[in-house]
């Protein structure tokens, strides 16, 4: 009986050890390595699905995507309270202390309804638009209405690309309707015969209108061809050096089969 009991402790400590270590792979069962990403709006539906992917086939990761900003997303990598912060703005200069690793490039598209009839804008006329000097769809060979402007808000980094991009030293009018996402945007102005706003190319659907700048689309054919002037980067950043763990899911987006997830999202790869 002694051997029975000897034996059966035998067997269970075995499969205890197995099921806590493979030590033909080095792979520790049952603990999911985390990383935590947040920041930038533009960025975030096309991390998430990029995540969703790399996944898939990597069981022990676990990858959470949040949003907040650009600004906010950077500050919290500065805090060292994630791992991992998305800009789709250039870092500043007291930011630039960060490790930064540009993913891919976006276009900055001003958006209309499908049902307002104006195909092309010339940059002054945006600028008037945004800054509150034209106020008035007439102004621009339309309709008797007033035009229903919308901004990002502060810290934003499409908000800031728009500024460096387009706006150059004009303000944005502080009576603008001011949105926190690129999705709010959107949907405001697929409801909106009237509005006008400006959001990632990469996330233009058939619910609204790209209009073209001084004569030139918001096109990835543009874009490639640099006839279309308002890109941006989008990036990652890190406190430092990334870990081996946080490394390998940069990897895999700078990776073949990443960059072709972006590019099948309408973003320009790298």
Request: proline share 3%.
């Given at each position: ?17 197995s099921s806590c270590n493979d030590n ?8 999911k390595h985390t990383i935590t990403i ?205 870990n081996k763990i946080v490394q390998t ?22």
């Amino acid at each position: 009986m002694s051997k029975i009991i000897g034996l059966f402790f035998l067997i269970l400590s075995t499969i205890l050890l197995s099921s806590c270590n493979d030590n033909s792979t080095g792979v520790t069962h049952g603990k999911k390595h985390t990383i935590t990403i947040a920041g930038s709006t533009s960025v975030m539906p096309f991390i998430e699905k990029l995540s969703e992917h790399f996944m898939v086939d990597r069981p022990m990761f676990r990858i959470n995507v949040q949003g907040g900003g650009s600004t906010a997303g950077i500050m919290a990598c500065l805090n060292k309270t994630i791992e991992i912060g998305m800009s789709s703005r250039q870092l500043k200069q007291g930011e630039k202390v960060l490790n930064s690793i540009t993913i891919c490039y976006d276009g900055i598209s001003v958006i209309v309804h499908p049902e307002n009839p104006i195909r092309e804008l010339t940059l002054k006329q945006i600028r008037g638009i945004f800054s509150g000097k034209i106020k008035n769809w007439k102004e621009l060979g339309w309709i008797d209405r007033k035009i229903d402007a919308i901004t990002r808000e502060e810290g934003s980094g499409t908000r800031g690309s728009f500024e460096d991009l387009i706006m150059k030293s004009e303000e944005i009018y502080d009576g603008i309707m001011v949105q926190d996402s690129n999705g709010s945007v959107r949907e405001i102005v697929a409801t909106d015969p009237y509005a006008i706003a400006y959001i990632s190319l990469g996330l233009v659907d058939d619910r609204v209108r790209s209009l073209s700048i001084d004569g030139v689309s918001a096109s990835l054919v543009n874009i490639r061809a640099k006839k279309y002037k308002f890109v941006r980067p989008f990036l990652f950043v890190t406190n430092g050096p990334p870990n081996k763990i946080v490394q390998t899911y940069i990897d895999f987006i700078l990776s073949v089969d990443g960059q072709n997830i972006f590019k099948k999202e309408g973003l320009i790869g790298i």
